[in-house]
């Protein structure tokens, strides 16, 4: 049996929900715009990390976007625009980071056997080496808005990748860090019907991005100087963020062994095929089951739902359509 972060995060939220996604295969039909940049992103990331050029990569995801049905188009919007413009903002950012860091690997998949002898399967975004030779986990979070940094304090991923990689014998470590990007370009600044551009001082963007509107209309820089300062004042991880976790033995200890137990369940429950429910709030807006789970827990046929709604995405249910 072999195990990974996300099944375990997925076991310990839901069983059922674990059931429909890597169990039963199932992968929502309905395409949702978050999840979609979010995958184009990580790929436009893991070709730079390659060395190789994330344009060209995102032209031919371009490419098979305009091959979608129209609906589908529409309903995702100008979604190689703002990833594009994303990136480039990200690149921008972190344009230090080839003078401080040497990638060693990216997208790095590997099986580690767990203590209790089950396969865990570790996939880490990048692998870098600083300057000094220490070595460096990083892991994309693509998301709406930033997480509290005390969540990600708790959330066992890099923790399992960190006990991973040393395994492996990637020393020394000297840190693990959540690298956040957010999914939201930043914003154009209106133009007004003076001629000028809105000095709002609630617009959500960057000095690069009201710089380019400015020589874009061919206005003076002079006369946004209050604006682009206190742009300027704000930017600051307000698209981007970098959030080191620390990896002290106790931490690696703990999650280890709690890891190894909600293997064991995994393995459990699948070979009794039992999976219950565990309910709350965040079936409304936090599962793609819900509907599903409904139906079953009623009785319902649900051939015909997951027929309608649903494709078989493989056994780790994982789907990118995009790729």
């Not at 076991?11 to 992968?27: A, D, I, N, S, T």
């Not at 060395?51 to 995102?58: F, N, P, S």
């Not at 031919?60 to 903002?89: H, S, V």
């Not at 307000?238 to 909600?262: H, L, S």
Request: glycine share 6%.
């Amino acid at each position: 049996m072999q195990v990974s972060n996300a099944k375990l995060k997925t076991y310990r939220r839901c069983p059922k929900q674990y059931e429909f996604k890597y169990v039963m295969g199932l992968v929502p039909k309905q395409r949702q715009l978050q999840l979609e940049r979010g995958s184009w992103l990580h790929e436009l990331l893991m070709v730079h990390n390659d060395g190789e050029d994330w344009k060209q990569r995102h032209r031919e995801l371009t490419k098979q976007f305009e091959n979608l049905w129209e609906e589908e188009r529409e309903e995702l919007g100008n979604l190689p625009g703002e990833c594009a413009r994303i990136m480039a903002a990200y690149l921008r950012t972190y344009k230090s980071d080839e003078q401080r860091y040497r990638v060693i690997d990216s997208e790095l998949n590997e099986i580690v056997t767990l203590p209790n002898g089950l396969d865990l399967n570790v996939v880490v975004d990048v692998i870098l080496e600083d300057t000094g030779g220490g070595i460096w986990l990083r892991d994309y979070k693509t998301r709406a808005n930033f997480t509290r940094t005390e969540n990600m304090m708790l959330d066992p991923q890099l923790t399992l990748y960190f006990w991973a990689m040393e395994h492996m014998g990637y020393k020394p470590i000297r840190g693990a860090e959540y690298d956040e990007i957010r999914t939201k370009a930043p914003t154009r600044p209106a133009l007004l019907k003076s001629g000028g551009l809105s000095k709002a001082k609630s617009i959500d963007t960057d000095v690069y991005t009201y710089m380019v509107e400015i020589k874009r209309y061919g206005l003076d820089p002079n006369d946004y100087a209050d604006i682009l300062q206190h742009i300027a004042t704000n930017q600051r991880d307000r698209f981007f963020r970098r959030t080191p976790i620390p990896k002290d033995p106790p931490v690696v200890k703990t999650t280890m062994r709690e890891a190894v137990q909600t293997a064991q369940e995994i393995q459990l429950a699948e070979r009794k095929q039992r999976f219950p429910r565990t309910f709350d709030n965040s079936c409304t807006w936090g599962c793609s089951y819900r509907d599903l789970c409904i139906a079953q827990l009623y009785g319902g046929d649900i051939e015909p739902m997951i027929r309608l709604q649903f494709e078989k995405g493989g056994e780790d249910g994982r789907h990118r359509r995009l790729r």
